[in-house]
Structure formats: C-alpha cells, structure tokens
C-alpha cells in the first residue's frame, strides 16, 4: 500500500513538510442518549479512525481532500459558504478555530485561534455513519492539525472537543451531546473513559478484564430515521424535564431524576418511557463503575444487556437489526453482554466477550444475523486505545 505522504502527493504535488496526524472513533458500552441528558457515560477511543496528512499554508486557504470524500478537492476560505457536505465538518471547524462563532461587534471574528490554512489529506479505518463517531473523528482531527502549530503537544483537548461539538451542533446542524467529541480527544491507551456529561468532568479506569476482549458489530444498516428520531427524543426528553421542575425546580437534568419523582410527575405515556430509561441507565452507569472497580465482568455484561432491552422498550431507539445482532450476541459463545452503541436505528453494537471465544463468538452471531435479516455483519474485535495524536508514518 502506498504512504499517506504519496497518497497526499499525488493529490497536492510533491514538496514541503508534511505532519500526519489521527483521531480514532470511540465506542460508548452503557450510557447513550444520557449526554444530553447530564448523565454519565462510558467510552473508550477504538484503534480505528480519521488520518489528517497534513501540509500548512500561510495564505489562509484550506484545501479538503477525503478517499470518503468523492474525487475533488474541496477548497475553502474564511466565511465562504460550503456546498460539498462532508466539508462541512472541517470547514467549520476551521471557521470556529477562527473565532467565526463568536462575532464581535461589526460582525468580526474575535478571541480566534491565529491558525493559517492547509491542504488535508483524509483516509479513514473507520465505518462512515455507524455510531463509531467518525464524524467527531472528522472534527478532532482537523482541529488538532490546524493548532498543531501553534501549541504542539499543549493543545487542551476538552476545548477543541468543545469546540469541535459546537461546530456540529450549529454550523454542520447536528445536534449531539458532548460524548463523541470527549472520547474522541481524550481517549487513552489501556483506560476507558468515564464522562459526567452535566459538569464535563471526567476519569479513567483501568480497562483492567484480563481475558475478555471488546467485539464492536456492524448491522450494515443505514440509518433512515436516525436524525429525526433522535431530535424527537431531545424534545421528548426536555418536556420530561419541565414536567418534573414543577415539583422539583432545582433539578437540572432528567439523568439526577429517580423513580418516585417520574412517579409523582405528571407524564404522557410516552415521554414518562424515555425519562424511565434515563433513569435506569444513569443508575446502572453508576453500578458499572463499581463493578469495573471490582473488575466484575458478570455484572458489566448484565447491565449491558438491560440498557439494549431498555433502548430497545422504552427509548424506542433500535429496530430490527439492531435488536437481531445484539439477542444473537448476548446468546452466543464466550458472551458476557452486548447492546447497540450510538445514536441506534442502524449502526453499530458492542459485545463483551470471553477472549478464548472470540472466533467461535464471530461465527455464530455472523451466522445467526444472516438468518433472521439476510443481511452480513462486520465485526471488530477492538481494544481501548489512545486519542487524538500526532503520528509517524
Ligand atoms: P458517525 O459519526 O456515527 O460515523 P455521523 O452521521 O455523525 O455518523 O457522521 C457521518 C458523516 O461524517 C458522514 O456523512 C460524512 O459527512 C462525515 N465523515 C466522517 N468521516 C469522513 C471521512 N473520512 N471522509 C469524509 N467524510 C467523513
Ligand atoms: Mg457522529
């Protein structure tokens, strides 16, 4: 296979110093959909994700090239509009490093970062739109790249994952919660990540689970209802909130709720689900870390297994594909747990399986998948692995 350096030659030329830089994808095992609702979440950053070849330029111009990205080379300048939508992501992450999103008066960008342009060569190891979070992959690694420069290896991470979240929030017009881009930029080698999403606030753990090895599975699906749904529950999840202040006016998040107050709120059927769910998994977020203290495999599994059931009842987020892998999974040799991991309606899941069981455990969901959906799954037998970085080739 030919270098990211010939790679980005044949599309830029030849000449000057290249940086290649790479952001991985993460995996959240229990805790989705609980960012936006301040809970906690647990990740860890995947050995796969998005290579930025990367040459600088000081005329202020940024050139986009993606293997993912169609044939051309997007070209872009401050404030241009942006027409090629995978652009979007970078473009804008170049736009708010610039202090784009914060306009003084008369319109100017202030309190920017002094980045210049590039050209961006990008090549990616990850699944493109499966919930492994290739989009803040996108980001993070544009982000790191631009200020490379300028802060080397000081640059603060929580702020360009803060950054890279509003880029996608109001100039790509997703509406994520902070999980991806965290994981995303503070990943780290051997440690999982856990995240209280209502104060940022985060630790590691010791990934730790001696003879057990993460399986990341891909339905194969796209997914059609994905951003529609996933707005619908926001909104669903904020009615429960207003609902519950009424008798609980300093509750500042559906996560800090419990059962007696959803008992006591007054909820339609459908919104008291989505908080129930938010509920429970907040609660078993809290149990998996103890049980990751205690390196209690069994349990970890267990509350894998509840948090799919309880996506798949009450938050309403999985589907068919989603809900086959994962009961196939959770049935299979050397598995302790397994659920859908991201937004869901398609995308990807996440077992926890006995090492030993690996191959026999890949085989049999395979095969038990194609059965009842007729489609193939892909399958990534992945370890946490570190963030944001600077490489060499
Ligand atoms: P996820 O983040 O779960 O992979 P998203 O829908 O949030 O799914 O993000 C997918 C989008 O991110 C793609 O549609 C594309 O616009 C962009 N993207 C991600 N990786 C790349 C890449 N390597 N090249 C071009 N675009 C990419
Ligand atoms: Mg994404």
Not at 142 to 149: D, E, R, S, V
Not at 236 to 263: F, G, Q, V, W, Y
Not at 283 to 301: H, N, P, S, Y
């Amino acid at each position: 296979m030919d270098s990211l350096r010939e790679k980005f030659s044949r599309v830029y030329g030849a000449g000057g110093e290249t940086e290649i830089f790479f952001a991985p994808g993460r995996v959240c095992f229990l805790g989705d959909h609980l960012d936006y609702n301040g809970g906690t979440v647990l990740t860890f950053a995947l050995p796969m994700g998005v290579y930025a070849t990367v040459r600088y330029r000081n005329d202020g111009v940024l050139r986009l090239f993606s293997e993912r990205g169609g044939n051309n080379v997007v070209e872009h300048r401050l404030g241009q509009n942006v027409e090629t939508a995978w652009a979007r992501y970078p473009a804008g992450v170049y736009e708010y490093l610039l202090g784009q999103d914060r306009p003084c008066e008369g319109g100017m960008a202030c309190a920017g970062y002094n980045v210049s342009g590039a050209d961006v060569y990008y090549h990616s190891t990850l699944p493109i739109g499966a919930g492994l979070s290739s989009s803040a992959a996108l980001e993070i690694v544009t982000a790191f790249a631009l200020l490379y420069p300028i802060y080397g290896e000081q640059i603060d991470k929580s702020e360009i994952a803060r950054l890279c979240k509003r880029v996608e929030n109001r100039f790509v017009g997703v509406n994520c919660g902070i999980m991806d881009q965290f994981s995303v930029a503070l990943g780290r080698e051997g440690h999982l990540l856990i995240l209280d999403c209502s104060d940022e606030s985060y630790t590691f753990s010791e990934a730790g689970l001696e003879g057990w090895v993460w399986v990341a599975m891909n339905t194969n699906v796209p997914r059609a209802l994905r951003e529609s749904k996933y707005n619908e529950r926001r909104a669903e999840c904020e009615t429960a909130l207003n609902a519950l202040r009424e008798k609980n006016p300093s509750l500042r998040a559906p996560a800090h709720a419990d059962k007696a107050m959803l008992d006591a709120a007054e909820l339609s059927p459908n919104v008291r689900k989505r908080a129930e769910y938010v509920v429970e998994e907040q609660a078993r977020v809290v149990e998996c870390i103890a049980a990751l203290k205690r390196g209690d495999v069994q349990t970890i599994g267990r509350l894998m297994n509840e948090s799919h059931a309880g996506l798949q009842t009450l938050y309403e987020v999985t589907g068919r594909h989603l809900d086959a892998l994962c009961s196939a999974a959770q049935k299979a040799p050397g598995a302790v747990g397994a659920r859908m991991t991201g937004a869901g309606f398609g995308g990807c899941a996440i077992a926890l399986v006995a090492a030993e069981a690996q191959t026999e455990f890949i085989r049999s969901v395979g095969e038990s998948y194609l059965q009842a959906t007729g489609m193939n799954a892909d399958f990534y037998v992945v370890r946490p692995s570190a963030g944001v970085r600077r490489v060499d080739e």
